[in-house]
């Protein structure tokens, strides 16, 4: 994460100010290094680029850990289905198929062929009608936020689609957060290979409580993650 969002986080169990040991920086981002809670002396670690702000006292259902365990598991006891899966025309799979190996092929780090299959599959996982509201919700929160400067926080960033369209049409610097690792970890491996990494830092935290000092946040967004 960019070391300039450091002086607007707080402990998220307490709100209590952060004491920072920074270990590894790269770039004016922070890449490893820990934030402890003067009040409750509470641990906060930033790992690979990724602050770690979750509270162990709420509950969370992580599916994107999920889905991409067990879809791992599953390919990794039937090699024969994952060769088949990344390997045949896109065109002889239905949309659900596309979308594994969407997830298969960023398993793999070859994320511009996912970022194709997972195109591929919208059309037969949603109606045309979906789609088209869709793009133009999106269309519609860049449009309203392109006056405006400074970071802009995305809740629930999910895969990261609106996080990484504020930053690249935009220019303006974007925090994506979403309370899994997993999914925040395969964002920056994605990121980074696409040439997309700039501007973006990643924040795992809940929206539930969230470790941001009150006051320090201008504009918010999510793209369906409150839903």
């Not at 070391?3 to 402990?11: P, Q």
């Not at 793009?135 to 519609?140: E, I, K, W």
Request: net charge negative.
């Amino acid at each position: 994460m960019e070391k300039y969002l450091l002086e607007a986080l707080v402990c998220p169990a307490c709100q209590g100010e952060l004491d920072w040991q920074l270990e590894v920086e790269r770039d004016g981002r922070l890449e490893q290094g820990e934030a402890r809670c003067r009040t409750c002396a509470t641990l906060y670690p930033a790992r690979e680029g990724i602050g770690l702000f979750l509270t162990p006292d709420l509950p969370r259902n992580d599916l994107w850990e999920q889905v991409g365990s067990a879809l791992g598991r599953y390919l990794s006891e039937h090699p024969e289905i994952e060769r088949l899966l990344v390997n045949a025309p896109l065109e002889t799979l239905g949309p659900a198929d596309l979308f594994y190996r969407a997830l298969a092929l960023e398993e793999r780090g070859r994320f511009q062929e996912a970022r194709e299959a997972a195109q591929k599959a919208l059309p037969g996982l949603y109606t045309s009608e979906y789609l088209s509201c869709y793009r133009s919700q999106l269309d519609y929160v860049l449009e309203q936020l392109r006056p405006g400067s400074g970071w802009v926080l995305d809740l629930a960033s999910g895969r990261g689609e609106l996080a990484e369209r504020i930053a690249t049409e935009l220019g303006r610097p974007v925090v994506a957060t979403d309370f899994s690792p997993r999914v925040l970890r395969q964002n920056r491996r994605r990121l980074e290979a696409l040439g997309l990494y700039r501007g973006i830092s990643l924040l795992c935290c809940d929206a539930r409580r969230t470790p941001f000092r009150t006051g320090s946040v201008e504009t918010m967004t999510s793209n369906l993650g409150l839903a």
